[in-house]
């Protein structure tokens, strides 16, 4: 059952990753799952190639915690895939109830991230860090732009930088750049070429930058987790249902600048995403899995002996 609790973790992490201002790296810090992940594409190193090379197949799969790493990713391109035309409608055309659902979900969680941190007046201050810097990537205005092909390649790297970061979402990255638009089409229409240089870009990122937050996680694990809460503390002035371009509006004002505000609606989105968060949250009680702990290099490093 462990599979299938990763698969559905995947499922909500492609999901929060199509649209903009939700991090795919939120859900899978709330959801527990962060370190491991982290651990997981970390391990994707010399260590693992030398493993490769030798054709000792079996010891690198349990090297880079493969079944884990596979069930998870596996959710999160059949997630993003599925939803992404869906996604891109209600954005165009129903943002406030997308926006509500997402709304209920960070907030739901909030609570179980801030009891996952020992506080101290300098963690508080890392928090507090992470809040101005949150709002401030969430403050810069989006740009318009007609891409050169390179230019898919550097949005990967910078943006799946961004979609392991809690917090701070990719396809707002994305957005603000200029490269949200079409890297969205490419993946409706399958330009497999364009959507290539995406992922080459993507895998560049991944891999440098996990090993930084993995080396801070190991080595000032509080304080990141401090800055980290702070960072999604701050998100949420990206998630306010009623905003349009860089405006935020009251519900009544919205109704008068563009003839609805769907408050029913996006309070029956609200209410869903908290029951939502909950079982996903409580997923390994209700499918009888272990709780996640986060491998260790010992743990790694004795696996690969094996």
Not at 183 to 200: G, P, Q, Y
Request: charged share 10%; aromatic share 12%; glycine share 8%.
């Amino acid at each position: 059952m462990k599979y299938l609790q990763w698969l559905i973790k995947g499922l909500a992490m492609g999901a929060a990753d199509v649209v903009p201002g939700v991090s795919g790296g939120t859900l899978a810090f709330i959801l527990g799952i962060y370190e491991r992940l982290l651990g997981a594409i970390s391990a994707i190193n010399v260590q693992a190639f030398q493993l490769l090379l030798k054709g000792r197949f079996q010891q690198l799969w349990r090297h880079i915690d493969g079944t884990f790493v596979l069930c998870l990713f596996a959710g999160i391109f059949l997630s993003i895939f599925s939803l992404a035309s869906l996604i891109s409608w209600l954005l165009e055309h129903r943002p406030v109830p997308l926006w509500a659902f997402f709304n209920g979900l960070i907030l739901t969680a909030l609570p179980f991230l801030l009891r996952s941190v020992k506080w101290s007046l300098s963690r508080a201050l890392l928090a507090s860090l992470g809040i101005v810097l949150a709002v401030f990537v969430g403050m810069l205005s989006p740009v318009d732009l007609q891409p050169s092909s390179w230019m898919f390649f550097v949005a990967g790297a910078v943006a799946i930088c961004a979609m392991i970061l809690p917090g701070i979402s990719g396809s707002f990255i994305l957005l603000i750049s200029g490269m949200y638009a079409p890297v969205i089409l490419a993946i409706r229409e399958l330009h497999f070429s364009v959507l290539a240089l995406f992922a080459s870009g993507c895998v560049l990122g991944l891999l440098s930058f996990s090993h930084v937050l993995k080396w801070l996680l190991q080595r000032y694990h509080d304080a990141t987790l401090a800055l980290l809460t702070g960072v999604v503390v701050g998100a949420m002035y990206r998630l306010w249902p009623w905003q349009a371009g860089e405006f935020m509006y009251s519900p009544s004002r919205y109704a008068i600048a563009f003839g609805q505000n769907d408050l029913l609606l996006a309070l029956l989105c609200f209410t869903s995403a908290v029951f939502v968060m909950l079982a996903l949250l409580n997923l390994e009680k209700w499918l009888g899995a272990e709780p996640e702990r986060p491998a260790t290099d010992d743990a790694v490093v004795g696996q690969s002996k094996e």
